[in-house]
């Protein structure tokens, strides 16, 4: 199983960021993604969920900015981040297929 989360980088408070995580190993469309964070000095955070018939969860604090979407064509899930806070600074990662994939960075400045 393999998870390649890519897309992050550095943006303004307000703007957007799309992130991407490629997967590859496992029957992609069969299993519920995750997109979860880890900001520094803090514990991992759940931030979203897709289930396989894609239904959606989103953690209180992302509601209404984020949205989790997924092609299973491409064996890809995505996080589409708008109206970026500094508080959602950073690293995000995909989870799914019993697999925790690379991170990638995001950092919002004030």
């Known amino acids: 199983v393999q998870l390649q989360a890519s897309g992050g980088g550095l943006v303004q408070s307000g703007g957007s960021l799309r992130l991407s995580c490629a997967a590859s190993?496992?029957?992609?469309?069969?299993?519920?993604m995750t997109w979860l964070r880890q900001a520094p000095g803090k514990e991992v955070e759940w931030v979203s969920t897709?289930?396989?018939?894609?239904?959606?969860a989103y953690a209180d604090s992302v509601k209404g900015r984020f949205t989790i979407s997924r092609d299973n064509a491409k064996d890809t899930l995505y996080l589409q981040m708008n109206a970026l806070k500094p508080e959602d600074t950073a690293v995000y990662y995909c989870s799914g297929g019993s697999a925790r994939g690379q991170g990638t960075q995001v950092t919002v400045s004030s």
């Open positions: 190993g496992f029957t992609f469309r069969l299993y519920p």
């Open positions: 897709i289930t396989e018939a894609g239904t959606t």
